[in-house]
């Protein structure tokens, strides 16, 4: 039995433009969970495939994408020949549209690893779709029955120990054209903390449960409204926090190392959210600010992963995204400057007002935001600060806040701001409202695009003159006479002046120009 996986994440209608140096973690898993139970599986990339045909001798294919890949996926489907089609990732959050779209038969849904097993044991394994009673009895999966789509219970959230147990392919990030140059995403945690619900245009009768109940009480809301902030289905589809152990995360990211790759990501809805729940076992953490960060297990965790050779030699790194603003404590900040010194780290925002923030569902408020900013920035890190426009209850006076959070964060040394436009998500709180217009058919949100493009060429102006260490990826398609290359501790989009063939090499270059808000131009003066 032989099965492709096909990554579509990020690949819109075929073709990846953003985010090409980005390999999520979920295809991985998938074929840690196939390679266990005896099922030969392999990657392949869904520009690859729509470029150069799909491999052949494979008897299932599993999709992988968001929603926004949904035209990409389909595309892929539609030159498999034989064999069942099964649909993943973010874009089954909406499994009746991803089921229709791309026509597969089963989609998954949620936390997948036990759904794939249960899905072998009724009869996949064989190379078929289990019949209709099998799969009625499955829970986290939709599938088609006759001319509708039959959609089951969501499978509760596995808890730490049962997550702990799987492991994802290491070997599988060959698949990968740039596995070597790209930010290869390694699971540190699944699952997000902020329980509290968004109460704009819901009818939320200001319970308190959210905010104030214990923690199995926030579970529940009595007007059920999805948990989380309201743009997100985090917490919907995955459930509360729970880590990985460190042995775990430890092997994965030396087997990774071995493999070639130089760029690894701790992925985590918020890092600090690492071993919180160890702090409040047996019972969930759905709550975001209390305890606070289980400071002795992600220091183990960094100093472990920082001391092995190819991290102390500055010839690979370590880098973590997201962090939860209120969670951002002095000693927090202090432990991450201490071993991810000069490292970006993403921090939010969303929205500058703080009243509008209650509304959102947001854990934080935009001063704590600022108060993190500047804890970041003085540890040693770089912070990088996110927004969202067209979010719901946006208004001249939430911009206006807006606006001016994005000149304080910049003021309090936030590197970078990530403006993202709102998307309407299944199984969020604002799943019901549409998807925000570009920035350009809305004045506010163009007052946000304006001044976050203004705050980032500010700080690409002041790279010009410095050094940096990156790593070589592919030739620029746009002139060939440079090479893209990627920051190793992440940053701007680097377009070298070289003709050298220095793909997958590691080399310190010198930033002569800026390109455009993402890029910066620059020189080669080392090579490793």
Not at 37 to 54: F, Q
Not at 175 to 186: H, Q
Not at 385 to 398: D, M
Not at 461 to 479: H, I, Q
Request: proline share 7%; hydrophobic share 35%.
């Amino acid at each position: 039995m032989k099965a492709l996986v096909v990554d579509a994440l990020a690949s819109g209608r075929g073709e990846r433009h953003a985010t090409r140096d980005a390999i999520g973690a979920g295809p991985r898993a998938v074929v840690g969970v196939l390679g266990k139970a005896g099922v030969d599986a392999r990657i392949v990339e869904a520009e690859a495939t729509l470029r150069d045909g799909l491999p052949e001798g494979y008897d299932l294919l599993f999709l992988s994408g968001m929603t926004s890949d949904l035209i990409s996926m389909r595309k892929v489907a539609s030159l498999w020949r034989d064999g069942p089609i099964l649909v993943g990732g973010p874009a089954t959050a909406d499994p009746e549209q991803a089921l229709r779209k791309t026509g597969g038969e089963v989609a998954i849904v949620g936390e997948g690893e036990r759904t794939i097993l249960d899905l072998l044991k009724g009869g996949l394994s064989d190379g078929v779709v289990p019949d209709r009673e099998a799969l009625a009895g499955i829970t986290g999966i939709a599938f088609r029955s006759g001319d509708h789509v039959a959609v089951n219970p969501l499978r509760p959230a596995m808890t730490r120990r049962e997550y702990d147990e799987f492991e994802p392919s290491i070997e599988a990030v060959r698949g990968y054209s740039l596995f070597r140059a790209a930010r290869v995403y390694v699971e540190a945690l699944r699952g997000c903390s902020n329980y509290r619900r968004a109460r704009f245009d819901v009818e939320c009768g200001v319970c308190g449960r959210c905010t104030t109940g214990g923690l199995e009480s926030r579970y529940d809301c009595p007007a059920g409204i999805p948990p989380g902030c309201g743009y997100c289905s985090v917490p919907s589809l995955f459930g509360p926090p729970r880590s990985r152990s460190t042995g775990k995360i430890l092997r994965e990211v030396e087997g990774l190392l071995r493999e070639g790759v130089r760029r690894v990501v701790l992925s985590a809805p918020c890092f600090l959210d690492y071993g919180r729940d160890l702090l409040v076992e047996p019972e969930p953490l759905t709550d975001p600010r209390s305890p606070e960060p289980n400071y002795t297990e992600v220091e183990e965790l960094l100093s472990e992963l920082t001391s092995l050779p190819q991290m102390s030699d500055g010839l690979a790194s370590v880098m973590i995204e997201n962090l939860k603003p209120q969670l951002v404590t002095e000693r927090a900040a202090t432990i991450l400057g201490r071993y991810l010194s000069g490292t970006p780290v993403s921090i939010g925002f969303e929205t500058g007002s703080a009243e509008h923030g209650a509304l959102l569902g947001r854990s934080s408020t935009p001063e704590e935001t600022l108060t993190a900013v500047r804890r970041l920035r003085r540890a040693g890190l770089k912070p990088y600060v996110y927004f969202i426009h067209g979010l719901p209850g946006q208004s001249r006076e939430t911009v206006d806040a807006t606006v001016g959070a994005i000149g304080k964060s910049m003021d309090e040394g936030a590197e970078r701001v990530i403006l993202y436009r709102f998307q309407s998500l299944p199984m969020s709180a604002f799943s019901g409202f549409p998807s925000a217009p570009p920035n350009v058919r809305d004045p506010g949100s163009k007052r946000i695009h304006d001044a976050a493009a203004r705050a980032n060429m500010r700080s690409k102006e002041s790279l010009v003159g410095a050094r940096m260490r990156v790593v070589a990826a592919e030739r620029y398609p746009k002139d060939r006479r440079y090479i893209v290359a990627y920051p190793l501790k992440h940053g701007p989009v680097t377009i070298v002046d070289t003709l050298e063939p220095l793909e997958g090499e590691i080399i310190d270059v010198e930033v002569t120009g800026i390109a455009s808000e993402r890029m910066v131009l620059a020189r080669p003066v080392a090579k490793f």
